[in-house]
């Protein structure tokens, strides 16, 4: 079965410092995206940032950014200048197998964010 | 951006009794939106793949008949949760595919938390 590996389930890092947490995938797909969600206690889902596997290029959306490297399938989420708001869950999510539209999401890190 | 509309927020309702949540893409058409399911502190599970004007498909373990979903138009997926027992109570939330982009990108409903007495 395809897998998501979120290897840190709880995280803290201080205001304004940079934190980076890990995922790991699983796929036999040569073109695909990427994408990392956060889930604040409101609970809503919140698209951070997507990373296109064609590209080399690690994506970046302000203080976001990703470290992909496709051969070791590890795409990881760097946030710089955390802020007190950046405190939620983070969930790595890949496309299914077989060019599905559906995705597999990891089973998420919980990252705080300290005054 | 792409805005997703789940409701309502929360349902309580009696066991036996059967629960409808709507999704609604607002800014955009969706052939594809999907149903998921959120236990406490853990990850989204995937429910089912609804389809506009096809039957939705089920993932492995998930109930059709009990958890019926129909897909009418372009903008509006429904999950009805048939017979709900206590161990239906759980938050679901919708996602739908943003099909201007090439990139696959769900974007979800603020979700649903049912609960049942």
């Known amino acids: 079965a395809q897998t998501v590996t979120q290897s840190q389930p709880e995280m803290s890092v201080q205001e304004a410092e940079t934190v980076t947490l890990s995922c790991t995938y699983d796929t036999s797909e040569n073109n695909y995206y990427l994408f990392w969600y956060k889930q604040p206690p409101s609970r809503q889902m919140i698209l951070v940032i997507r990373q296109e596997a064609y590209k080399q290029q690690n994506a970046t959306e302000n203080r976001f950014s990703v470290n992909f490297q496709k051969a070791a399938k590890s795409f990881s989420l760097k946030i710089s200048d955390s802020q007190l708001g950046d405190t939620a869950m983070y969930f790595c999510a890949s496309p299914h197998q077989g060019g599905s539209e559906k995705l597999v999401f990891g089973k998420g890190t919980k990252l705080t964010v300290n005054p | 951006g792409a805005v997703v509309s789940q409701h309502p927020s929360r349902v309580i309702c009696k066991s036996g009794t059967s629960v409808k949540i709507e999704c609604r893409s607002l800014?955009?058409?969706?052939?594809?939106m999907f149903w998921y399911r959120q236990f406490p502190k853990q990850s989204l599970m995937l429910m089912a793949t609804?389809?506009?004007?096809?039957?939705?498909?089920?993932e492995q373990g998930v109930e059709k008949d009990k958890f019926l979903i129909n897909h009418a138009s372009l903008t509006l997926s429904t999950l009805t949760v048939t017979s709900a027992h206590p161990e239906d109570s759980s938050f679901y939330i919708c996602s739908a595919r943003e099909p201007r982009t090439s990139a696959d990108t769900q974007y979800f409903g603020p979700g649903t938390r049912l609960t049942v007495l």
């Open positions: 800014d955009f058409q969706a052939t594809t």
């Open positions: 609804s389809n506009e004007g096809s039957k939705a498909t089920y």
